[in-house]
């Protein structure tokens, strides 16, 4: 489950993400990200498409801290007129962080917050999203 805020409204939605540690410690790791983020808005939505790096602290296996940045496009569409002048793709880019707290071996609660900085040609706007769920570590 995820809301996006642009100070004025939120959204519901959701997002799901894929990374990969490249580089691991006992401490930490670094590794690929790919997000992809939907939520709906009073009459449009937002589809976020971005990849980065994360960086993790591996030290405690209970708790699992994070950080992250990543970037991609973000595409609005507004449902209250047709055609191509409906929807606008713009540059994202999103530093974050959150923590996954783990349940068994094989699924972790994780909660996380995403600032998001928009460009719209020459006009900035930021949005944040908070995301709460589960996740799954695949391959262990």
């Not at 068994?104 to 719209?120: E, G, K, S, V, W």
Request: include cysteine; proline fraction near 3%.
């Amino acid at each position: 489950m995820s809301f996006l805020t642009d100070g004025e409204e939120t959204g519901t939605g959701f997002s799901v993400d894929i990374s990969k540690a490249l580089v691991s410690s006992r401490r930490m790791s670094i590794g690929g990200i790919g997000d992809f983020g939907w939520h709906h808005f009073d009459g449009y939505t937002s589809m976020s498409f971005m990849g980065g790096a994360r960086v993790a602290a591996t030290g405690n296996a209970r708790f699992v801290p994070f950080g992250q940045f990543m970037i991609g496009p973000v595409r609005f569409s507004t449902s209250f007129c047709s055609g191509e002048e409906c929807s606008e793709t713009d540059l994202a880019f999103a530093p974050g962080g959150g923590v996954d707290a783990r349940i068994t071996d094989r699924m972790n609660l994780r909660a996380q917050i995403d600032f998001f900085i928009i460009r719209f040609g020459d006009e900035t706007e930021h949005a944040t999203r908070f995301t709460c769920g589960v996740s799954m570590p695949i391959g262990k």
